[in-house]
């Protein structure tokens, strides 16, 4: 009589291990596939940094003229596709 209890928990505390042992190897495969994809294709806060600094260069090219300047930011804005505003501090 005292087999049939301790047979039902050691079938339960195999289940109990064997679907905690499948959730962990799924948490780490979907770390390591995550970790894998940002080292191929960099995350987009690189993209955006990588696009600031052409901009400001191009920008601080045309600076001290103001005509020019204008030109510039309006071929930036066309070619990069975003809306830009700027403003001086007059």
Excluded: C, N, Q
């Excluded at 045309?62 to 804005?77: C, I």
């Amino acid at each position: 009589m005292t087999g049939a209890p301790r047979r039902g928990r050691i079938a339960l505390r195999i289940w109990v291990v064997t679907v905690a042992t499948v959730l962990a190897t799924g948490a780490a495969l979907a770390l390591v596939t995550t970790l894998a994809r940002e080292r191929r294709h960099p995350p987009m806060h690189e993209l955006f940094r990588d696009v600031a600094r052409y901009a400001a260069g191009r920008v601080a090219a045309r600076w001290p003229a103001a005509p020019a300047l204008r030109d510039e930011v309006e071929a930036l804005a066309a070619e990069l596709k975003l809306a830009v505003a700027l403003r001086g501090s007059d």
